[in-house]
């Protein structure tokens, strides 16, 4: 009788360690996003200027990874580029952005800057707003979903919790094979 009690005790910790191990698990993941909010928005027909205040930051699988960068305004391309990020992962600060001169454009028109990394399954991240005279508005980021292989992984100490966890386990099967011989 004291041996039944002593294995439900015992499957109720690992019920409840297992659970706690699994709550420490966190999905990764491929991505490139925008943050921030530019300082200021200036418009013409034929130029924009967007202040400091954005930035991007990644984490991607190479470690020199390419990345395709567009920027349009109304109908016009601004910039189409290929280039290479410094590493696997990191922040940028975007500097302060002035296009000129480009195709007249008649406002109201957007201006959409554009980062697609160059991986299979990869999103586009981007932040728009409006030129509509000499200010812009409606500043948006648009930020893809992250892509690639989303692997759980466990910090350190659910790491050492999962081993004591299965440590238990097999002292149980232990106990239960020496019980039953």
Excluded: E, K
């Amino acid at each position: 009788m004291r041996l039944i009690h002593l294995d439900r005790v015992f499957g109720a910790m690992l019920v409840l360690g297992a659970t706690l191990v699994a709550g420490g698990a966190h999905a990764g993941g491929y991505f490139l996003n925008f943050s921030g909010t530019p300082s200021v928005m200036g418009c013409t027909d034929h130029s924009y200027v967007v202040g400091t205040g954005i930035s991007y930051s990644w984490n991607l699988p190479s470690n020199n990874p390419a990345v395709h960068v567009t920027i349009t305004a109304g109908t016009a391309t601004v910039t189409d580029i290929s280039d290479s990020l410094s590493g696997p992962s990191g922040t940028v600060n975007l500097p302060l952005l002035v296009a000129n001169p480009f195709p007249t454009q008649t406002p109201p028109y957007p201006v959409t800057y554009t980062i697609t990394p160059l991986i299979p399954g990869a999103s586009s991240s981007s932040f728009s707003f409006v030129c509509g005279g000499a200010a812009g508005s409606n500043f948006t980021i648009t930020n893809g979903a992250s892509f690639g292989y989303t692997i759980p992984t466990l910090d350190p100490f659910w790491l050492i919790a999962l081993v004591g966890l299965l440590w238990l386990v097999a002292l149980r099967a232990l106990r239960r094979a020496s019980a039953a011989g």
